[in-house]
């Protein structure tokens, strides 16, 4: 098993965590980390961007969100949960997507989180096996072209 950490994006990791680059076949299903981090940067309140390292090689990045107003019609429908995963596509493969999702499970029990959102684009190259192995249900929802799973934390 892998030993990662998690990374503050700075001016000295900034290019690195840029350069993490996913499969091909996956690029269409995850933004890229330069997108995440503008994100990120216009969105400071609820954005969450970590580069994850093991070593000193970054082998992937992981953004969360953070008790965003889920749906505009019902203020009292707070989440958080995991926003994006960009794991490299030689590191994958390897226990850092499941070290990412356990590191964002980690802080959201900290902040006093109950469940863990995320979001996914079904399909066949899709990371719907992967999330479900780890124990997201399908909650029925959708936001834009992806379904909505969820944890228990």
Same mark, same amino acid.
């Given at each position: /098993?892998?030993?990662?950490? =998690?990374?503050? &994006?700075?001016?000295?990791?900034? /290019?690195?965590?840029?350069? +993490?680059?996913?499969?091909?076949?996956?690029? !269409?299903?995850?933004?890229? #980390? $330069?997108?995440? =981090? %503008?994100?990120?940067?216009?969105?400071?309140? #609820?954005?969450?961007?970590?580069? &994850?390292?093991? !070593?000193?090689?970054?082998?992937?990045?992981? /953004?969360?969100?953070?008790? +965003?107003?889920?749906?505009?019609?019902?203020? *009292?429908?707070?989440?958080?949960?995991?926003?994006?995963?960009? &794991?490299? %596509?030689?590191?994958? @493969?390897?226990?850092? !997507?499941?070290? $990412?999702? %356990? %590191?964002?499970?980690?802080? =959201?029990?900290?902040?006093? *989180?109950?469940? =863990? +959102? *995320? *979001?996914?684009?079904?399909? $066949?190259? @899709?990371?719907?096996?992967?999330?479900?192995?780890?124990?997201?249900?399908?909650?029925?929802?959708?936001?834009?072209?992806? #379904? #909505?799973?969820?944890?228990?934390?």
């Amino acid at each position: /098993m892998p030993s990662p950490r =998690l990374e503050e &994006i700075t001016t000295d990791n900034l /290019m690195a965590a840029c350069a +993490i680059a996913v499969r091909p076949d996956q690029e !269409g299903l995850v933004e890229p #980390v $330069a997108r995440s =981090l %503008a994100e990120a940067y216009v969105q400071p309140d #609820v954005a969450w961007p970590r580069l &994850i390292v093991d !070593g000193d090689r970054p082998v992937g990045f992981l /953004m969360a969100f953070l008790d +965003i107003q889920w749906r505009p019609e019902d203020p *009292t429908d707070v989440r958080s949960g995991l926003w994006r995963l960009n &794991i490299a %596509a030689d590191q994958q @493969g390897r226990g850092y !997507g499941r070290f $990412a999702v %356990a %590191a964002v499970a980690e802080e =959201l029990r900290r902040r006093g *989180t109950d469940r =863990l +959102i *995320t *979001t996914w684009v079904p399909g $066949a190259h @899709g990371p719907e096996r992967f999330y479900r192995r780890l124990g997201f249900r399908l909650t029925g929802e959708r936001s834009g072209d992806q #379904v #909505v799973g969820e944890l228990a934390l």
